[in-house]
Protein backbone atom coordinates (compact mmCIF):
# COMPACT_ATOMS: atom_id res chain seq x y z
CA UNK A 1 0.00 0.00 0.00
CA UNK A 2 2.66 2.17 1.15
CA UNK A 3 4.79 1.57 -2.35
CA UNK A 4 1.74 2.48 -4.42
CA UNK A 5 0.95 6.00 -2.78
CA UNK A 6 5.32 6.65 -3.46
CA UNK A 7 4.60 5.42 -7.18
CA UNK A 8 1.91 7.69 -7.21
CA UNK A 9 3.28 10.50 -6.05
CA UNK A 10 6.39 9.85 -8.05
CA UNK A 11 4.79 10.01 -11.14
CA UNK A 12 2.49 12.82 -10.37
CA UNK A 13 5.58 14.57 -9.32
CA UNK A 14 7.49 13.51 -12.74
CA UNK A 15 4.01 14.30 -15.06
CA UNK A 16 3.18 17.69 -12.93
CA UNK A 17 7.07 18.89 -14.07
CA UNK A 18 6.83 18.37 -17.50
CA UNK A 19 3.49 20.03 -17.68
CA UNK A 20 4.72 22.73 -15.88
CA UNK A 21 7.61 23.02 -18.19
CA UNK A 22 5.55 23.35 -21.33
CA UNK A 23 3.46 26.52 -19.89
CA UNK A 24 5.95 29.24 -20.27
CA UNK A 25 6.89 31.95 -17.91
CA UNK A 26 7.11 31.82 -14.02
CA UNK A 27 4.62 29.08 -12.11
CA UNK A 28 5.40 29.55 -8.20
CA UNK A 29 3.89 26.15 -7.57
CA UNK A 30 5.18 24.05 -4.37
CA UNK A 31 6.16 20.09 -5.25
CA UNK A 32 3.11 19.46 -3.19
CA UNK A 33 0.84 21.23 -5.71
CA UNK A 34 2.78 19.94 -8.73
CA UNK A 35 2.07 16.30 -7.68
CA UNK A 36 -1.76 16.85 -7.21
CA UNK A 37 -1.51 18.94 -10.55
CA UNK A 38 0.02 15.63 -12.12
CA UNK A 39 -2.41 13.41 -10.71
CA UNK A 40 -4.99 15.33 -11.77
CA UNK A 41 -3.68 16.04 -15.47
CA UNK A 42 -3.18 12.02 -15.44
CA UNK A 43 -6.47 11.07 -14.31
CA UNK A 44 -7.82 13.36 -16.68
CA UNK A 45 -5.85 12.68 -19.74
CA UNK A 46 -6.50 8.91 -18.96
CA UNK A 47 -10.22 9.51 -18.65
CA UNK A 48 -10.40 11.55 -22.19
CA UNK A 49 -7.94 9.08 -24.13
CA UNK A 50 -10.01 5.87 -23.29
CA UNK A 51 -12.48 8.04 -24.77
CA UNK A 52 -11.57 9.05 -27.69
CA UNK A 53 -9.07 6.08 -28.41
CA UNK A 54 -10.69 3.21 -27.03
CA UNK A 55 -9.13 -0.10 -24.97
CA UNK A 56 -6.10 0.30 -26.97
CA UNK A 57 -5.03 3.68 -25.88
CA UNK A 58 -3.45 1.96 -22.77
CA UNK A 59 -1.32 0.13 -25.00
CA UNK A 60 -0.15 2.98 -27.38
CA UNK A 61 3.53 3.90 -26.89
CA UNK A 62 3.88 7.00 -25.90
CA UNK A 63 0.10 8.10 -26.49
CA UNK A 64 -1.00 8.21 -22.85
CA UNK A 65 1.97 10.19 -21.72
CA UNK A 66 1.48 12.58 -24.36
CA UNK A 67 -1.93 13.11 -23.43
CA UNK A 68 -1.37 13.43 -19.69
CA UNK A 69 1.17 16.03 -20.16
CA UNK A 70 -1.29 17.90 -22.39
CA UNK A 71 -3.94 17.72 -19.85
CA UNK A 72 -1.86 18.99 -17.01
CA UNK A 73 -0.12 21.69 -18.99
CA UNK A 74 -3.94 22.92 -19.60
CA UNK A 75 -4.58 22.91 -15.64
CA UNK A 76 -1.64 24.35 -14.63
CA UNK A 77 -2.73 27.20 -17.28
CA UNK A 78 -6.30 27.87 -15.62
CA UNK A 79 -4.91 27.68 -11.82
CA UNK A 80 -2.26 30.02 -13.01
CA UNK A 81 -4.63 32.41 -14.66
CA UNK A 82 -5.94 34.37 -12.41
CA UNK A 83 -2.40 34.84 -10.78
CA UNK A 84 -1.30 36.81 -14.09
CA UNK A 85 -4.51 38.88 -14.45
CA UNK A 86 -3.19 40.40 -11.09
Known amino acids: MLSLI ?4 ISG ?4 ALGRL ?3 G ?3 MSIFSTILIGIAGSAIGGI ?3 LIFGYRY ?3 EGL ?3 VAILCTAILVTIIQRPKRIR
Do not use: M, R
Open 6 to 9: ISIA
Open 13 to 16: LIIG
Open 22 to 24: VVP
Open 26 to 28: PNP
Open 48 to 50: IGH
Open 58 to 60: AYE
Open 64 to 66: ALI
